[in-house]
């Protein structure tokens, strides 16, 4: 089992950051993740009007898990595109990891960014599918 959790407290996500070498930057939210209650990785992402930044998705080499960082990549991506910030970008993926990165849906732009505009990219898309049994 796997928990997404976010964090509130600067003190414990600088040193979080610390521990996994991943970027720690002042004004980013972040949510912890644990895997089997074991301390597995970190995502970070901030917010600045309408976009949405994911800036990094860092799990510890023996802990990563490709669906654990896909769900909590998209949690993240859900939670900035529900406040308005549909612009979304991923500031620093992991340039080993290109297919999470795309998995996730961003597109690498002219400019080397990866872009993706959320915008209703997590409403539901089967509500007006008709089951026939």
């Known amino acids: 089992m796997f928990k997404i959790i976010p964090m509130q407290n600067t003190e414990e996500r600088e040193a979080l950051c610390r521990r996994l070498g991943a970027e720690f930057h002042l004004g980013d939210m972040a949510y912890r993740v ?5 301390e597995a990785g970190i995502i970070t992402f ?4 309408t ?3 994911l800036r ?4 510890y080499p023996n802990m990563q898990d490709f669906e654990v960082m896909f769900i909590g ?7 900035m595109d529900s406040v308005g910030a549909s612009d979304g970008y991923f500031v620093n993926p992991d340039p ?3 297919r999470l990165t795309l998995a996730l849906g961003y597109r690498k732009q002219e400019d080397g960014s990866y872009y993706l505009n959320t915008e209703g990219f997590f409403i539901e898309h ?3 599918h008709d089951e026939h049994h």
């Open 34 to 38: 644990t895997i089997e209650e074991q």
């Open 73 to 79: 990549g998209r949690a993240c991506m859900n939670f």
């Open 126 to 128: 089967c509500k007006n």
């Open 96 to 98: 080993h990891n290109e």
């Open 51 to 53: 976009k949405g930044c």
């Open 56 to 59: 990094q998705i860092c799990f």
């Open 46 to 49: 901030f917010i600045k009007g």
